[in-house]
T-cell receptor, first 114, second 111 residues
Framework: SAVISQKPSRDICQRGTSLTIQCQVD?????MFWYRQQPGQSLTLIAT?????????ESGFVIDKFPISRPNLTFSTLTVSNMSPEDSSIYLC???????????FGPGTRLTVL | EDKVVQSPLSLVVHEGDTVTLNCSYE??????LLWYKQEKKAPTFLFML????IEKKSGRLSSILDKKELFSILNITATQTGDSAVYLC???????????FGTGTRLKVLA
């Protein structure tokens, strides 16, 4: 497994502001992903964070709204930009070591937008 | 379109009961299936299944995959109140390295 930390664990933000969420892994991993879980819903993949290049976004998610960085194999950030109440969700970082490996999740960030 | 369907959506049982949770899927070139337990924020990994008919077991939990009929089940025997959670199933299509999640089954175990 992997030890994954996320900061902040929760935040309450005002409409129109931005929040950056950090994800740190205790060892190098091949793949890092960002998910969103809206209240009462399942997990939806936002994007794959690619080391040293632009993230790969899923349908319905765009870089201007959810810019992602991944400067190395142990760290990534997700920014939620120009927030609205509809962005209130749990944001989860997950990692896989390789193509045959399991996927593990960080503790999550609970975001509330007022 | 790839999809994962879990049933039932919710379930209420009493301590000591045995439950079976279902996950059916339609994906192009299936590669693997994962089961998770989610109590608060972060899903906790339970099992990874890649081959049909091979049961994975951990304590009171077990799971098996049927690649012909495109489904998996998660069994929990002698349930305890600590088993109360949402159980998530996720499926990977070959070559994507991404998992598609089902809607989850919310299990509540009463004392």
């Amino acid at each position: 497994s992997a030890v994954i930390s996320q900061k902040p664990s929760r935040d309450i933000c005002q409409r129109g502001t931005s929040l950056t969420i950090q994800c740190q892994v205790d060892s190098q991993v091949t793949m890092m992903f960002w998910y969103r879980q809206q209240p009462g819903q399942s997990l939806t993949l936002i994007a794959t964070a690619n080391q040293g290049s632009e993230a790969t976004y899923e349908s319905g998610f765009v870089i201007d709204k959810f810019p992602i960085s991944r400067p190395n194999l142990t760290f990534s950030t997700l920014t939620v930009s120009n927030m609205s109440p509809e962005d209130s969700s749990i944001y989860l970082c997950s990692v896989r070591r390789g193509g045959e490996s399991e996927q593990f999740f960080g503790p999550g960030t609970r975001l509330t937008v007022l | 379109e790839d999809k994962v369907v879990q049933s039932p959506l919710s379930l209420v049982v009493h301590e000591g009961d045995t439950v079976t949770l279902n996950c059916s899927y339609e994906v192009t070139n299936f590669r693997s299936l994962l089961w998770y337990k989610q109590e608060k924020k972060a899903p906790t990994f339970l099992f990874m299944l890649t081959s049909s008919g091979i049961e994975k077991k951990s304590g009171r939990l077990s799971s098996i995959l049927d690649k012909k009929e495109l489904f998996s089940i998660l069994n929990i025997t002698a349930t305890q109140t600590g088993d109360s959670a949402v159980y998530l199933c996720a499926v990977e299509a070959s070559g994507t390295y991404k998992y598609i999640f089902g809607t989850g089954t919310r299990l509540k175990v009463l004392a």
